[in-house]
Each structure stands twice: as structure tokens, then as C-alpha cells.
């Protein structure tokens, strides 16, 4: 599938793979692709940064690439690794059959096949149907010196491989890159992207994201959930619920038969929404209840 050729065009991208985004993001997502610049998206765990590249592969019909971040991810876990065995092997067959020279030996053994391709060169070799999409999720996970090799990919689309030479794309990859701003990513990196920062949604957002991604919540259930998330996120809490745990609670409480909320079903379910001990014991009992209490106010009030 061709790319989109307006910032309109990207919305329905998004939104035929059910991602319910604002025109902000739409824009800036048709920036990238127009002008072939990496995509950073920021912000806080669970606010649907890395559903944006799985919903645009699945839309355009192009491969996914993902590369999962972790702390001490290097290159041959991420870009290529020799297939040593394999070079062994041959080194012994050609001693025993004593017809190769050292140098012509060497330049065998380093050829492509025995090349083992990871995410990122992956990305650089054509694909049927386009580009692939290239996930590079969770970058603030790795360290500066992972970072500062990624510089000359994110910039020209390219690889230098000692033994090889450089491999660069006939076709720049659509690369999407996530971070969780658990720390700061070097302005380097940055220059070379397009940065947006994914918020949470507001009231009217997060319900549409409910009805198009948990579509047995109930109008009633879904309007409270929404409410109360709402107004846990203005908490002051270690980790505060993302889109994804909104998702969660709605489907948790589809499957208890719940058409609305009620204190004690709040309390059974917390760990849906908060992940943290000391979260589930601020808010559980007379705060959840009176965060109920007034959502379900504000939802009368809003209704007459």
C-alpha cells in the first residue's frame, strides 16, 4: 500500500487499524513518512506509543521490525552478528582440502552468507509490498554508546559492517521510536527525528478509544470508567494508569457482568488499573469510593 499523501489521509491510516488519534499526531506521523525522518514518541508507559508502528504496519500492509530495547542490548543482538560456527566449519574444511590461500579464505568466511541479520539491518534490505516499519521500542532502556550507533542509521538510512563495507537502503525503513523518558535521550538522537510526545487522552478520547477497542463495555460502565481514570490520574501516585490499563479494567469488568460501578467491585479490581502496592492502598476504600462518589455526581450533572 502507498503511503498517504495528506495529514487526513494518515488519520484514516490510524483509525482503519482502530487507533483512535488526535490530528497533532496524524501530523506529525505524515511529516515523517512525507520526509522520511524517524518518529520519536515520548511519554508515560501504556499511553499506545508502540501501537502506533503495529497499527501502521498492519494499515500499509508493510513488515514489522521490532527491536525490543534492554539494558546492555549491543550490536550483534541488534544490528548483525557473524555466524561463527558456521565460519569454523569452513575454515576446517578448507584446511583439510589445502585449496585456499589466507586471504581467500578470509574474504569467504566474511561473505553474506554467513551473516546473521538482525533488526536493524533487516530494515535496510527491500521488502516485498514497500519499507518495513521499524520499531525501535523503548530506547531509553539501552546506554549512550548504543545510542550514539544509531546516529548514522537514523541519519542516512545505512550500516558500515568492517568486514563488508556499508549497506544502505535502497528504500529509507519507516522507523518509530519509543521512549518512556525514564531518562533523558541525547538531543543528538533527537535532531535526526520528529518528536511528539503521546499524552493521555482527555474524557471524550478515552471513551472513544473504549468503545472502539472494548466494544461489550457498556455506554454506562464506560462513561464511569473513564471518569474514574480520569480522575486517578490527578492523584499523586507512583504510576499513573495508561490507555492500556483503562482497556484492561473495561474488559475486567465486562467478564464480572458489572453494567456499572460499585465501591467493592472498584476495591476486587484495583490491581487492573495500579501496579503498585503502595498505590492500591492510597486509593482503596473511602478514596475509591469517593472518587466514585463524585464521578458518578459529575456524570448526572453532565446528563441533564
Partial sequence: MTLPRSVDET????????????RSLATALYLSLKLHRPLFLEGEAGVGKTEIAKVLAKSLKRKLLRLQCYEGLDVSSAVYEWNYSRQMVEIRLAESAGDKSRDTLDSDIYGEKFLIKRPLLQSLEPQAGGAPVLLIDELDRTDE???????????DFQIT???????AAAEPPIVVITSNRTREIHDALKRRCFYYW??????ARELEILRVKSPKTGPELAR????????LRKRDLFKLPG?????DWADALVQLDKVALDPQVVGDTLGVLLKYQDDIAKIRGSEAAAILDQVKQELIAAAR
Fill in 11 to 22: 488519520l484514516g491510516v490510524l483509525t482503519a487499524g482502530d487507533y483512535v488519534a488526535d
Fill in 145 to 155: 554508546p548504543f545510542e550514539a550507533y544509531l546516529l548514522e542509521m537514523l541519519s
Fill in 161 to 167: 559492517i568492517p568486514e563488508l563495507g556499508t549497506i
Fill in 198 to 203: 503521546v499524552d493521555y487522552p482527555d474524557a
Fill in 224 to 231: 464511569q470508567v473513564v471518569g474514574f481514570v480520569q480522575a
Fill in 243 to 247: 490507555v492500556a490499563e483503562t482497556i
